[in-house]
């Protein structure tokens, strides 16, 4: 893992303080969720615990909040350049090689959530017709994670293409 930082991996490059505010504004909306995924399952083991029944639904918040957890949380991280990466073998080769394996992974990335993307729009609209038996929630909106997530993993994976790019044919002046 590299520091997080305002640069693009290799230091060169700043990026906008726009995108880095919204990021780091997703992992503070994930960490929230986090919170509310915490309160309810406390909530739920207390109730028990004293002997009452627990509260119609309350269990289904956590799991369906999970899934927007980890794509804020992967989001978020993708932007810092925080994902787990065995590198070992990468800071092996120079400059121009590792940017080059940044671009291939980083398009084969793209292309992943490309077709998760492609993938809901069958999802959600069938996924309308379900409600969950606790709250009663269509579960669209907890599909809508998918999307939603690799549309924000895929702007910081073209954010990296580009500084990659930009290594490869740097600006002479």
Excluded: C
Excluded at 47 to 68: H, K, N, Q, S
Aim: no cysteine.
């Amino acid at each position: 893992m590299t520091p997080s930082t305002d640069e693009d991996p290799e230091g060169a490059v700043p990026a906008p303080s726009t995108g880095r505010r919204l990021y780091d504004g997703l992992a503070n909306v994930g960490g929230l969720i986090l919170a509310v995924m915490t309160a309810a399952v406390f909530v739920q083991v207390v109730l028990r615990y004293l002997g009452l029944t627990g509260i119609d639904g309350l269990e289904e918040v956590p799991r369906y909040l999970f899934i927007w957890l980890i794509m804020f949380g992967a989001a978020a991280a993708m932007w810092r350049n925080e994902h787990t990466a065995l590198d070992y073998f990468v800071n092996r080769f120079g400059l121009r090689t590792r940017a080059i394996i940044s671009i291939v992974s980083n398009g084969l990335g793209i292309g992943l959530f490309a077709y998760l993307i492609w993938l809901s729009v069958i999802l959600i609209p069938n996924a309308a017709f379900q409600t969950s038996p606790g709250l009663g929630l269509t579960l669209d909106w907890v599909f809508a994670a998918i999307p939603v997530g690799a549309v924000m993993i895929m702007v910081p994976m073209l954010r990296n293409i580009y500084f990659a790019l930009r290594r490869l044919w740097p600006k002479h002046s």
